[in-house]
């Protein structure tokens, strides 16, 4: 089956950088996606990766290793807002996605 | 401006009895999609249209129907709501099928309860 594994909730302080690491087995590959979603609120886009390596936009980068089915959202800088769910999708070779349960982002002052 | 809107925000329905979730997109994307996401799980693909073509995912029950009359609108028809079927409700559309990593814009969601 195609599985997608992120961890359910992290604490980080305000000011400083968190990690989210994403794993995955799914059929093919055709991207990887990170989705931050407010609670209550819908998915927002931030990040999409094909190819390994760094992709960086202000505060927030995301890295992708293929051959290890492996990714990670790096936050610098948290802020107060950043508090939320990142979702971690992945397309499969149908270009299906395939949806992370998401983890929930807790910043403390 | 909204891209993707939702109507209503919060709807509040009497199990068994059929409930319409509207949607509407202003950025003329072929693709239009509902998810149903349950609380701190993933979202999951009800079912999509590709322009008029419909796509029902395997798995959803057939209490889930859906329209899209044209272009800027599509309905979520839920025949009769049991309270497994509370949810947010997510439209979401994209301008092609995933080729070259077409990503995803999303309504508000609906936030469904079933009493």
């Known amino acids: 089956g195609q599985n997608i594994d992120q961890p359910t909730e992290m604490t980080a302080t305000e000011g400083a950088i968190v990690q989210i690491n994403c794993t995955y087995q799914t059929s093919g590959f055709n991207g990887l996606f990170w989705y931050q979603q407010h609670a209550g609120e819908a998915p927002t886009f931030l990040s999409y990766?094909?190819l390994d390596g760094l992709e960086e936009k202000g505060r927030f980068s995301s890295f992708l290793s293929r051959s290890k089915g492996y990714s990670y959202l790096l936050l610098k800088e948290l802020q107060m807002k950043d508090s939320a769910s990142y979702l971690c999708?992945?397309?499969?070779?149908?270009?299906?996605?395939?949806w992370g349960a998401g983890t929930k982002l807790i910043i403390k002052p | 401006d909204a891209m993707v809107i939702q109507n209503p925000r919060y709807q509040v329905t009497q199990f068994g009895k059929p409930v319409t979730l509207s949607c509407s997109q202003t950025l003329n994307h072929n693709v239009m999609y509902w998810y149903q996401q349950k609380s701190s799980q993933a979202p999951k693909l009800l079912f999509h249209?590709?322009?008029?073509?419909?796509?029902n995912e395997a798995d959803t029950p057939d209490n889930f129907q859906s329209r899209r009359p044209n272009t800027s609108f599509c309905f979520l028809d839920i025949r009769s709501p049991g309270l497994g079927d509370a949810a947010m409700y997510l439209c979401?559309?994209?301008?092609?099928?995933?080729?070259?990593?077409?990503?995803?814009?999303f309504g508000s969601g609906t936030q469904l309860s079933v009493l």
């Open positions: 979401a559309t994209s301008r092609g099928l995933g080729e070259g990593g077409e990503k995803l814009f």
């Open positions: 990766n094909v």
């Open positions: 999708a992945v397309m499969d070779s149908n270009y299906q996605l395939i």
């Open positions: 249209y590709y322009d008029k073509d419909f796509n």
